[in-house]
C-alpha cells in the first residue's frame, strides 16, 4: 500500500506559478511511476505530468513547456512546478503512484484544486 498527500493547491491569477507536492507514506525510489492527473469540472480525468524511476517524463502537449515533474526519493516526494498558468489548467489535481509486484497496482493521492482566475 502506498498512501498519498498532496499540497500545494489555491488560486493564482492567469500568468501566475504553483508547486504542488505530493508525499507518498513508503520510499519513492521503489515506486515504479508517479505523476500528476487533473480533472476539470464536467471532463475526464487526464495525464499531466509522468516520471519513471527511470527518470523518464511524459507530459501532456497543453503543459510542455509549462509544467515541471520531479521526484526527490530522499524526501519521497513528487512536486509538480506550475508556471504560466492559464485559467484552462484550473482542475483538481491528483497525484498517483505505480507499484508493480505480482500485478500492477495504482493509488491515488485525495486531489487538491488548483484555481486559475483571468
Known amino acids: 500500500q502506498v498512501q498519498l498527500v498532496e499540497s500545494g493547491g489555491g488560486l493564482v491569477q492567469a500568468g501566475g506559478s504553483l508547486r504542488l507536492s505530493c508525499v507518498a507514506s513508503r520510499s519513492t525510489f521503489g515506486i515504479n511511476t508517479m505523476g500528476w492527473y487533473r480533472q476539470a469540472p464536467g471532463k475526464q480525468r487526464e495525464s499531466v505530468a509522468i516520471?519513471?524511476?527511470?527518470?523518464?517524463?511524459n507530459y501532456a502537449d497543453s503543459v510542455k513547456g509549462r509544467f515541471t515533474i520531479s521526484r526527490d526519493n530522499a524526501k519521497n516526494t513528487v512536486y509538480l512546478q506550475m508556471n504560466s498558468l492559464k485559467p484552462e489548467d484550473t482542475a483538481v489535481y491528483y497525484c498517483?503512484?505505480?507499484?508493480?509486484?505480482?500485478?500492477?497496482?495504482?493509488?491515488w493521492g485525495q486531489g487538491t484544486q488548483v484555481t486559475v482566475s483571468s
Open positions: 498517483n503512484a505505480v507499484l508493480f509486484t505480482l500485478t500492477k497496482n495504482t493509488f
Open positions: 516520471i519513471s524511476r527511470g527518470g523518464t517524463y
